[in-house]
């Protein structure tokens, strides 16, 4: 028997990581409107140094909050780390660039963090 030729998480894979990202984006949603109607209105969104809330918001304003902030943060991360690199590889930065972009290396390591993009997006 023969041992697999894929790890979990394939480097130049596409489509799979992104169906992932879609599903645990759309599941994180669902899971901050479930949740928020459960909340006092208006919630408290900022303590100060003694503990006690100093700033409130609707409950309707921090649903939409937080709902653009979790999926622009996630779309702004997989986009930086994941899609630019691969468009502009002359202004990645990354720790022995002129080992890792050599022109003999340069696909693998793009490919590399294309991955490491999506997976930061998971998180």
């Known amino acids: 028997m023969s ?3 894929t790890t979990p998480l394939e480097r130049n894979s596409t489509g799979g990581g992104m169906a992932l990202l ?3 984006i759309a599941f994180a949603a669902a899971f901050t409107i479930y949740t928020a ?3 006092p209105d ?3 969104v900022h303590f100060g140094p003694d503990n006690q809330a100093d700033g409130w918001m609707s409950r309707k304003n921090y649903l939409i909050f937080m709902l653009s902030f979790m999926i622009g943060m996630t779309v702004f991360i997989t986009f930086i780390v994941g899609t630019l690199p691969g468009k502009f590889p002359q202004w990645t930065n990354v720790p ?3 080992y890792w972009l050599a022109p003999k290396r340069r ?3 793009l490919l590399y963090l294309c991955a490491h993009g999506k997976r930061l997006g998971y998180l």
């Open 96 to 98: 022995n660039g002129d």
């Open 3 to 5: 041992a697999p030729t």
């Open 22 to 24: 879609v599903c645990l």
């Open 42 to 44: 208006p919630v408290a």
């Open 37 to 39: 109607q459960y909340l």
């Open 107 to 109: 696909q693998d390591s």
